[in-house]
């Protein structure tokens, strides 16, 4: 695993690097969507890295860097200057080679291909093994290409000016003089040709972007920029729109949850891009049974995949629909866009109707009223948001089994009954509206009943298989608050429980208390800070009437950015306690991450004065 991670991104093309964007081994490559198509990609001058003066990332797709030759020491001999761009279609690498001194140098760029499928870069066990690569030296430059097992053609084209040599590993310059070198490379799948990109028009349309709020304080304000950008990069075109990858590197694919909470979070300031989540996830809605992918008429899917690996059938993610949560979080986005699009509802009702159905039979497999899952023994276990295999257990340390019922996804459940009342509604159907009203009443009754803990002064991670609550404190009862569903005199209980010790770390709530079985402040959900976790909650809170908790909430998430030195929030910090320093970060964390990439728009109206807020016109219960 890389220990520093660089991405450049546009589209579904992407440049996975060490610390000094190069590619030299372990998952750094070049990928185009789930495929990796360069294996390696390193510059050497005289055989040896150059020294890196400076990194600069201009955009999301481009790196400006001066560098110089290995053991500079004093005085430089050679310089570079170099701009590596990631368009759509093209990675160009433009490089300036100034001498100093008289001489002559070697200019490397050593090359490799593998074609791997995203899986086998990260370690999936039932992989194909290497692949027959063929290796093709052209005039000007090289091509890699294979052919997968589904007869899929994949070639990596490289291009570069002036011509260089080609010696089996790298295309070789001998430098004598002042040299500009441009290299391109395109990823191709079938009989597609080479398209360049235009670098100077994405630049252009980045320097358009605007947030849609301005923040007083100009590191708040930069890090609410840094958002709208990441928003734009982390977005991939589909037939419906820009569609947001939930994180990178890793995951330049469709999601249901993820996508679905990131158009949640920012559907007002970014109407379009919810409305292309609603479209797409409407269109890749379930339709029949599959015991091999958990397909079910009208679930919404959890993860589509297009790698070698699973147009095989090597995996189910064509799509995979492992998920109790994304067809609540559906309903509820439909429900919220046709507020101000009331079409919305008129041209997705088929499919909103047919995830309630699902919500009120498949999705209640025991008929109690709670939506529930079912751990899957051949993939994910966990089928909410925190999704990994030792995240939720009971008070004894032991996993859960059964039809599970998870706390958070009630509400998702609550929100979606009531956004399916306010549709219907809108569609003149009083009738159905109310149906739907007293369904959301009964829910918030029996959730109460089930899950309150009043020793804790909080509500409890979820039920088992076998009804018994599971009375582990996490950061899942505020989180919860975002949904409305619990009534408003338990509010401030749940809020602060959440800013207790044991929960709130000062730069967020961590997902499980530190007095708890499995407590680990550097594990995926078990004692680490999630930010899109802890917004949710600050959401919440301020939805309560609880402002001045939920300011406490969004000024440590925007401190732990501030200590970013790319103005990010990254997936996942640590749970250690704040200390004067910053936040200890997850080593595997993702970087930019689609929902914590929505966070500082989502919350930005919180760090405004109360009297701004309200006439904001923040919704209080």
């Known amino acids: 695993m890389l220990t520093t991670r660089t991405v450049l991104k546009e589209n579904d093309l992407y440049l996975v690097g060490n610390r000094h964007y190069q590619a030299v081994g372990e998952e750094g490559g070049l990928y185009r969507r789930d495929t990796r198509f360069l294996s390696r990609y390193a510059w050497r001058l ?45 990675v160009r690498d433009h490089l300036r080679v100034t001498l100093y001194e008289p001489g002559t140098h070697r200019l490397t760029l050593e090359l490799g291909a593998d074609f791997l499928d995203m899986f086998e870069v990260r370690g999936w066990p039932k992989g194909l093994g290497p692949r027959e690569v063929v290796t093709r030296a052209l005039p000007g430059g090289v091509e890699f290409s294979y052919t997968a097992g ?3 053609r994949c070639r990596t084209l490289v291009q570069a000016s002036p011509t260089p040599s080609w010696d089996g590993q790298a295309l070789i310059w001998e430098i004598e003089g002042n040299t500009d070198i441009q290299v391109s490379v395109f990823p191709l799948q079938g009989d597609e040709e080479p398209t360049p990109g235009d670098p100077e028009a994405l630049a252009r349309e980045y320097a358009a972007l605007r947030p849609p709020v301005t923040l007083p304080n100009p590191l708040d304000a930069q890090i609410v920029e840094r958002s709208v950008q990441d928003l734009r990069s982390l977005s991939f075109h589909t037939d419906f729109g820009p569609f947001p990858a939930a994180g990178l590197p890793w995951f330049v694919a469709p999601f249901g949850r993820d996508s679905l909470i990131i158009a949640l979070l920012v559907h007002e300031q970014h109407p379009d891009l919810a409305v292309t989540v609603a479209r797409f996830l409407a269109a890749q809605q379930g339709r029949k049974h599959d015991p091999v992918t958990l397909e079910e008429p009208g679930k919404i899917m959890h993860e589509q995949r297009v790698g070698e690996l699973t147009r095989l059938g090597r995996t189910p993610h064509r799509p995979y629909y492992a998920t109790a949560d994304a067809t609540p979080l559906f309903v509820w986005l439909v429900g919220e866009l046709s507020q101000k699009r009331p079409d919305l509802a008129r041209e997705l009702r088929p499919n909103w109707e047919a995830a309630l159905e699902w919500l009120t039979t498949l999705g209640d497999p025991d008929g109690d009223g709670l939506i529930e899952y079912t751990p899957d023994p051949n993939g994910i276990t966990n089928a909410v948001w925190k999704d990994s295999g030792d995240s939720t257990f009971t008070e004894d340390g032991v996993d859960v089994s059964g039809h599970v019922a998870v706390i958070e996804v009630q509400g998702y459940a609550y929100a979606a009954y009531l956004a399916a009342a306010r549709m219907y ?55 919860t608050l975002w949904t409305g569903i619990i009534p408003p005199e338990y509010a401030e209980q749940v809020a602060r429980t959440a800013l207790g010790e044991e929960l709130w770390s000062g730069w967020g709530i961590r997902t499980l208390g530190v007095n708890e079985p499995r407590y680990n402040p550097v594990s995926y959900h078990n004692g680490s800070v999630w930010p899109h976790d802890t917004a949710v909650a600050a959401l919440g809170m301020a939805r309560y009437g ?20 790319d103005h990010r929030l990254s997936e996942l910090f640590a749970g250690f306690p704040r200390e004067d320093g910053p936040p200890v970060p997850y080593p595997a964390a993702c970087h930019p991450q689609g929902w914590d990439a929505a966070i500082p728009l989502a919350l930005a109206h919180l760090l405004a004065e109360p009297v701004e807020r309200e006439a904001a016109g923040v919704t209080v219960l």
């Open 546 to 565: 609880l402002h001045a908790q939920a300011r406490q909430v969004t000024r440590a998430l925007f401190d732990a950015a501030r200590w970013a030195p």
């Open 150 to 152: 589904d007869g899929l």
């Open 425 to 479: 509604r809108e569609l003149g159907e009083p009738e159905r509206a109310a149906e739907w009203e007293e369904r959301a009443q009964t829910l918030r009754e029996t959730f109460q009943r089930a899950f309150w803990w009043p020793e804790r002064g909080s509500y409890v991670h979820g039920l088992n298989g076998d009804k018994r609550p599971l009375r582990v404190l996490v950061s899942n009862p505020a989180h």
């Open 46 to 90: 005289d055989g040896q890295p150059p020294q890196h003066l400076v990194l600069h990332e201009r955009w999301p797709f481009w790196l400006h860097e001066q560098a110089a030759n290995a053991n500079v020491g004093y005085t430089m001999r050679v310089g570079i200057t170099r701009d590596l761009t990631v368009t759509g279609t093209e």
